[in-house]
């Protein structure tokens, strides 16, 4: 449509919103639907979160706020950084926005001009790439492997830096695959932007909290400081303290791009939520028992999904070191036929199929760039898990 700009032709809607939405759909219509598609966690917000939420609404904390989030929740935030990331950040280093997602998106909108690279491993999140384009710059993906875990080599990102690279996006723990990078795998690849000095990275810490099997969480200006200036840590409350709904997320970084990120902020959204900023000040400074607790349910279901996945035929599993997602490789499925017929040419037909013949609602890899794979949440009930995975085990054992 002509009234249209010509930015909206450059991005598409979101796949695992669409997923779920389908899954939503064929739910009211009666049909029996597991949705594996949603990246939120199934518990409910903490009962301390909620009530610090209400005294705040009674306390009349229900105006406008500083653009970039209120004092309180700031001084909080640096706390958090310096407690479990060691990193110093001052409250003019800091802002807050209406989730991750919209300090991501005012980064990106705040320093790409035309023609700027942004380097993203793939598979990635699927706004990264949508989000570079309608900045005006472009996604450089870089595909990894299962056999490597998913992360990239710095060898690897040394090939594809350019004069125009302005960013490294970096996801750990990884929405769609659940890999982690260590310490020492970070530094690899820090060692590479230390001889790049034209090239800022956007660590997304949103599922730090989010691993298993003693994995340690590192994130990149505490692995190597000298990239302090040219990092912007962006992480939230909405993954681990089961906050999606509320809309809080932050970052710190240098103070002029921190100043840029509130000044596109300033004239679009202006501030988040008054009463979700006092909630994440609880959510930060509060007891924080429940994440732990949270975390042994989730690797319980890690574990659970990936050995009944490896049972499926044609299914390859890893077993990743967070978030809350597996990536498994339908390779072994594509070229076969399912019981209608219909050919298994790409893990779109493989999601599409499986929905309507089982009615399990994945994504497939297509929308994160790197298939044929689909990406799993099991942040969900541990039954339904069992029962999804068993109606994929018989999808695939029903394919010639
Ligand atoms: C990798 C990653 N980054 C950022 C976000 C944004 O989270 P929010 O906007 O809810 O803070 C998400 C949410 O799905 C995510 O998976």
Redesign the pocket.
Known sequence: MAFLSDSLARIKPSA?LAVTDKARTLKAQGRNVIGLGA??PDFDTPVNIREAAKRAIDAGHTRYTAVDGIPELKAAIARKFKRENDLDYKPSQITVG???????YNALMATLNPGDEVVIPAPY?V?YPDMVLLAGGTPVAVETRMEDGFKMKPAELDRVITPKTKWLIL?SP??PTGSAYTRAEIKGLTDVLLKHPQVWVLT?D??EHLVYDDFVFATVAQVEPKLYERTLT?N????AYCM?GW???YAGGPEALIKAIGTIQSQSTSNPSSVSQWAAVEALEGPQHFIPEHNRVFKERRDLVVGMLNQANGIRCPKPEG?FYVYPSCAGTIGRNVTSGKRIENDEDFVTELLDAEGVAVVQGAAFGLGPAFRISYATKTEDLEEACRRIQRFCGNLT
């Open positions: 695992t990246g939120e209406t989730g991750g997602k919209q300090v991501l999140w706004s996801n990884s929405n997304d949103m599922y962006l939230g409350v909405s993954k999606t809309r809080i997320g978030a």
